[in-house]
């Protein structure tokens, strides 16, 4: 069974193949051009989408060695995401689907973070808990099968990926910031500065308060030195990146605990972070669970997530019909 699979919820053009559940190529193509404006320009993205999509296709059935005539499905992200960036890839795999007489397969982007777990091994076991941290979405997932998740978390307001995002943009750090941070964070002190932890409820996660105060903190600073942020660079990322990541860790240890898993795992775009990967291993290893993360190009937008997914709906005979439209919140 070999699926080829397409990704287009953001700013990556991604396209992989995938051969039963081995991963033969996964190509992402970032779109750079949107770091001149400090965060994602939807417009920009659909065109850009349309531009690459073909070249990237290509080169994934190349890379994996197929001939378009030997795929038995295509499978393409549903949503969520932007809505122009999604058509593009939506109309890309219902039209190549249809020439090829071959059927379809959606996926849910946030539901294929989640199964980026199951690329390579050992895989989790369920039920387990997922930490599913992007650009978009901060979610503690209940996974009890590969496509029965429950969702018993999340924010109230910003995701993770944007409080890095957007912390960045305040200190003058092109977008995406957040793997910025992670770089200055590695030779900073975490607790030069104090960030607070938000008064939120059981399994609950805001980042907007924390955003305000480091908006607060700088202006102050730099009002006393006007180099405040280049002094101090390091410390300033170092001690932020810790609070997002203790703010994390702590919701999904008290889910773990109370839902008796033994398997936990992170998925999207933050779980590329540095410092949350190591502290992840370190509460797994220290409450006796199995920690599951996946290799570093599984972590961001890519198609080989879609493709695994794909898989495991193509196993349930889990087909979408030509007339699927995408969706931009929720789940579809
Ligand atoms: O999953 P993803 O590629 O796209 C969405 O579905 O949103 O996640 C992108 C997010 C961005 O906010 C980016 O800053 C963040 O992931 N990110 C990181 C790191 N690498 C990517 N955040 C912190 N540390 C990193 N190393
Ligand atoms: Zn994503």
Redesign the pocket.
């Known amino acids: 069974m070999i699926i080829l699979a397409i990704e287009s919820?953001?700013d990556?053009t991604s396209a992989a193949v995938i051969k039963d559940s081995n991963i033969l190529s996964n190509i992402v193509s970032s779109q750079l051009q949107h770091s001149d404006y400090g965060g994602v320009i939807p417009e920009l993205a659909s065109r850009l989408h349309q531009q690459q999509i073909v070249r990237v296709v290509k080169k994934a059935l190349q890379t994996a060695e197929v001939e378009k005539e030997e795929l038995n499905a295509v499978a393409f992200t549903r949503g969520p995401?932007l809505l122009g960036a999604l058509l593009v890839g939506i109309s890309f795999a219902k039209t190549f689907a249809f020439g090829l007489g071959i059927p379809l397969i959606e996926v849910n982007?946030m539901e294929a973070?989640v199964l980026a777990n199951f690329i390579d091994s050992p895989q989790p076991e369920f039920p387990f808990i997922c930490l599913t941290?992007?650009?978009?979405?901060t979610q503690l997932v209940l996974v009890r099968d590969y496509l029965n998740m429950e969702i018993i978390g999340e924010t109230i307001d910003d995701?993770?990926?944007?409080a890095?995002?957007k912390a960045?943009k305040i200190m003058g750090l092109p977008y995406?910031?957040?793997?910025l941070?992670?770089k200055y964070a590695k030779e900073g002190d975490i607790h030069a500065f104090q960030f607070p932890t938000p008064d939120v409820g059981k399994y609950t996660f805001s980042f907007s308060g924390l955003k305000t105060s480091i908006l607060y903190m700088l202006r102050d600073g730099i009002k006393e030195n006007p180099k405040f942020i280049e002094d101090n660079l390091n410390d300033i990322c170092a001690s932020y990146?810790h609070r997002i990541i203790t703010i994390l860790l702590d919701q999904l240890k008290l889910a773990a605990e109370e839902h008796h898993v033994k398997h936990l795992a992170i998925a999207?775009?933050?779980s590329?972070?540095?410092l949350?990967r190591t502290r992840f291993q370190e509460l797994c290893d220290q409450n006796g669970w199995q920690a599951h993360i996946p290799a570093f190009e599984y972590?961001?937008?890519n198609a080989g997530m879609i493709a695994i997914a794909a898989h495991y709906k193509y196993v349930k005979g889990e087909f979408a019909d030509l007339d699927v439209v995408p969706f931009t919140r929720g789940k579809g």
């Open positions: 919820s953001c990556e995401g982007h973070h941290v992007s650009g978009g979405h995701a993770a990926g944007e890095f995002d960045a995406p910031g957040g793997p941070i992670d990146q999207g775009g933050v590329a972070n540095s949350l972590c961001t937008d």
